[in-house]
């Protein structure tokens, strides 16, 4: 009935205005909003890939940030890793080879992005085509995810104002930062200003 919209709801008489956008925008975020299957094949990824790491460098910790720890995570989003550790010179080729060796990952869908920044191995999971991104040493994503877990406490709209806005800017192909959009993270602390500079109707959770 409603297209390209699914996440309408069949027979709901939407409001006018403002309150119907509210009302489609909750719908919306419903909709999107992973199931524990999605949840669980997330979780094997990041179980087959921290295996391999393990396997190499027995010492390093893998640790999940960005949208999957967050809760803030589209179902074409990636998954945010980074891989703690003592090394002389980032392993950015080491893990490619491993993870393309041991069939993680197809060959032509690993990009070793060693010039950005933030060094990082982007690939796509051989078996759910979930896509990873991976970076050495980066604790500050972490610790980044944790502070967002706090606002998300602090303002519970927060979750629905980012998703539906990670979504336009996903249509659009703005939502890379290396190819022009802006990151998940720089879209969160957007979104974190507004509400602290109108804070007017906001619930603040207590618990």
Same mark, same amino acid.
């Given at each position: *009935?409603?297209? @390209?919209?699914?996440?309408?709801?069949?027979?709901? *008489?939407?409001?006018?205005?403002?309150?119907?956008?509210?009302?489609?925008?909750?719908?919306?975020? *419903?909709?999107?909003?992973?199931?524990?299957?999605?949840?669980? %094949?997330?979780?094997?990824?990041?179980?087959?890939?921290?295996?391999?790491?393990?396997?190499?460098?027995?010492?390093?910790?893998?640790?999940?940030?960005?949208?999957?720890?967050?809760?803030?995570?589209?179902?074409?989003?990636?998954?945010?890793?980074?891989?703690?550790?003592?090394?002389?010179?980032?392993? +950015?080729?080491?893990?490619?080879?491993?993870?393309?060796?041991?069939?993680?990952?197809?060959?032509?869908?690993?990009?070793?992005?060693?010039?950005?920044?933030?060094? %990082?191995?982007?690939?796509?999971?051989?078996?759910? *085509?979930?896509?990873?991104? %991976?970076?050495?040493?980066?604790?500050?994503?972490?610790?980044?995810?944790?502070?967002?877990?706090?606002?998300?406490?602090?303002?519970?709209?927060? @979750?629905?104002?980012?998703?539906? +806005?990670?979504?336009?800017?996903?249509?659009?192909?703005?939502?890379?930062?290396?190819? @022009?959009? %802006?990151?998940?993270?720089?879209?969160?602390?957007?979104?974190?200003?507004?509400?602290? +500079?109108?804070?007017?109707?906001?619930?603040?959770?207590?618990?």
């Amino acid at each position: *009935q409603y297209k @390209g919209c699914p996440w309408r709801v069949r027979d709901y *008489q939407y409001g006018d205005g403002i309150i119907g956008l509210h009302e489609e925008i909750d719908h919306f975020y *419903q909709y999107v909003l992973p199931t524990p299957c999605e949840h669980a %094949i997330r979780n094997e990824v990041v179980k087959r890939i921290e295996a391999v790491v393990r396997s190499i460098w027995p010492q390093a910790v893998v640790e999940i940030f960005g949208s999957f720890r967050t809760g803030l995570f589209l179902p074409t989003s990636d998954i945010d890793l980074v891989v703690l550790g003592l090394w002389e010179k980032l392993p +950015l080729r080491t893990l490619e080879f491993e993870l393309v060796s041991r069939n993680i990952a197809e060959a032509c869908t690993v990009r070793v992005l060693d010039k950005a920044s933030v060094p %990082i191995i982007k690939l796509t999971d051989r078996e759910t *085509q979930v896509k990873v991104d %991976i970076s050495f040493n980066m604790q500050s994503g972490v610790q980044s995810a944790e502070l967002i877990k706090q606002f998300k406490r602090d303002y519970p709209v927060l @979750g629905k104002l980012v998703l539906v +806005l990670k979504q336009f800017l996903l249509l659009r192909d703005l939502n890379e930062v290396f190819t @022009g959009g %802006i990151s998940s993270y720089s879209l969160i602390l957007m979104c974190i200003s507004f509400l602290q +500079l109108h804070p007017r109707g906001i619930c603040h959770d207590k618990t």
